[in-house]
Nanobody, 121 residues
Framework: VQLQASGGGLVQAGGSLRLSCVTS???????MGWFRQAAGREREFVAA???????GYADSVKGRFTISRDNAKNTVYLQMNSLKPEDTAVYYC?????????????????WGQGTQVTVSS
């Protein structure tokens, strides 16, 4: 399974970006997650959406980010609003078909290449 993330870029604090991640196959059977890794820090959970469409968010992004999926387009989205400098990181999408916790890195077998998000103050 291949995942292709896109949509990152440079934005001022308070701005918005929408990330997209396209999978190559069987999208509707996957739980999908977004994680991020800032320079010098460990990769962390951002948001996830189950195969049934139930979303979950890290406390740090709740109320600002929205995850959604379009099964017809094999795509998961992460709408990021009210961005802060601390949101700066490489964002990764991930996919897995197993029944595991969607908030854990170890629950995902397939990963995209990452897209850089930089928020300036």
């Amino acid at each position: 399974v291949q995942l292709q993330a896109s949509g990152g870029g440079l934005v001022q604090a308070g701005g918005s970006l929408r990330l997209s991640c396209v999978t190559s196959e069987n999208f509707s059977t996957y739980n999908m997650g977004w994680f991020r890794q800032a320079a010098g820090r460990e990769r962390e959970f951002v948001a996830a959406i189950s195969r049934s469409g139930s979303p979950g968010y890290a406390d740090s992004v709740k109320g600002r980010f929205t995850i959604s999926r379009d099964n017809a387009k094999n795509t998961v989205y992460l709408q990021m609003n009210s961005l802060k400098p601390e949101d700066t990181a490489v964002y990764y999408c991930a996919a897995d078909s197993r029944y595991l916790s969607v908030r854990k890195i170890s629950s995902y077998l397939y990963w995209g290449q990452g897209t850089q998000v930089t928020v300036s103050s």
